[in-house]
């Protein structure tokens, strides 16, 4: 259970459709789990409470977890959230990918021929927002398709930019529109980690960048990379751990829902805002037409009077 799934059931309360025991029922099936915000399954206590604090899917880490393991605590969490969230893992090894797709078949995964892969279980939810990942080198791959189903699974719209790394900036230049008309980006590079640099000196966007492990010997796995995004020249990057594709993802998808959230809300108070002005000047046009009406000589053009009473004359 989410928020809006919340909000919908205390408005069905609220209208009298839902009953207070069916309410609490619902709520202990979802939010509060077995009544402590968790299930505990002996292994692992699952948290059913994080859908209600931050809007966010839940999300398994696969890594050093059993295959089996990780299909119960996907399927305590389906029983918890229902269709209207999805479950992601990640870190998901090729045994793992078999028995949830073997669990769920309808799951999305981002390339279970890989050594690790990212799951989706469960009906992916509508956009809000756009997020551009921008993938330096198709060696990049793995952690910035982590970064893109994180994106859609919680919640916004995402765009994948491949291989256009500063060893050909001319590929990333012919993208420069699609870069500046994103909310946010999620940038992955590994070697020497220049590329959010160059793209935070182009465009203005939010910019998460996401160091990855590729690269030799002196790359030390990562942290070369890391290093020299944290050293950044330009200005407005944030910068994740080396390989996190999804703490990147979570970060985009937030802003992203902020931004489309505060476009909404602007549209709706400037339309808000013009029904308001036309009604106010309806409302003048009709007092001045009254005004008229009682006023001889009646009036002109928006409550203008076109002639004045006489005066009264006094008695002497």
Not at 100 to 112: E, H, I
Not at 162 to 186: E, F, I, Q
């Amino acid at each position: 259970m989410d928020t809006e799934q919340l909000r919908a059931l205390l408005d069905e309360v609220a209208a009298g459709r839902v009953g207070t025991d069916e309410a609490i029922a619902r709520l202990a099936a979802g939010p509060l789990g077995d009544g402590a915000g968790f299930v505990d399954l002996g292994y692992a206590r699952v948290d059913t409470h994080r859908g209600v604090r931050t809007g966010d899917p839940e999300v398994v880490y696969a890594a050093g977890k059993t295959a089996a393991e990780t299909v119960g605590i996907v399927t305590t969490l389906r029983a918890a959230s229902g269709d209207g969230r999805p479950t992601l893992v990640t870190r998901a090894g090729r045994e793992t990918v078999d028995a949830l797709r073997a669990r769920w078949p309808d799951a999305t995964v981002t390339d279970p021929a890989r050594p690790l892969s990212t799951v989706a279980v469960g009906q992916l939810p509508p956009a809000r927002g756009r997020v551009v990942v921008v993938c330096a080198g198709t060696s990049d791959a793995p952690v910035a398709d982590e970064a893109a189903l994180t994106v859609a699974a919680s919640g916004a719209g995402v765009e994948v930019l491949r291989d256009v790394g500063v060893a050909g900036l001319h590929r990333l230049l012919a993208a420069r529109d699609t870069l500046a008309g994103a909310d946010c980006l999620v940038v992955v590079a590994g070697m020497e980690g220049a590329l959010p640099s160059v793209i935070g000196g182009l465009v203005g966007t939010p910019l998460v960048a996401v160091p990855t492990s590729v690269g030799y010997g002196a790359a030390f796995n990562g942290l070369a990379a890391l290093l020299g995004m944290l050293t950044a020249c330009a200005p407005g990057i944030a910068v994740c751990n080396i390989d996190n594709g999804f703490g990147a993802g979570m970060f985009a998808a937030r802003v992203a829902r902020a931004a489309a959230g505060a476009a909404a809300s602007a549209a709706a108070s400037a339309t808000g805002d013009a029904t308001a002005a036309a009604g106010v000047a309806d409302g003048a046009d009709a007092a001045s037409t009254a005004h008229a009406a009682s006023t001889p000589g009646g009036a002109g053009p928006r409550g203008v009077v076109a002639a004045v009473p006489a005066p009264v004359e006094l008695g002497t």
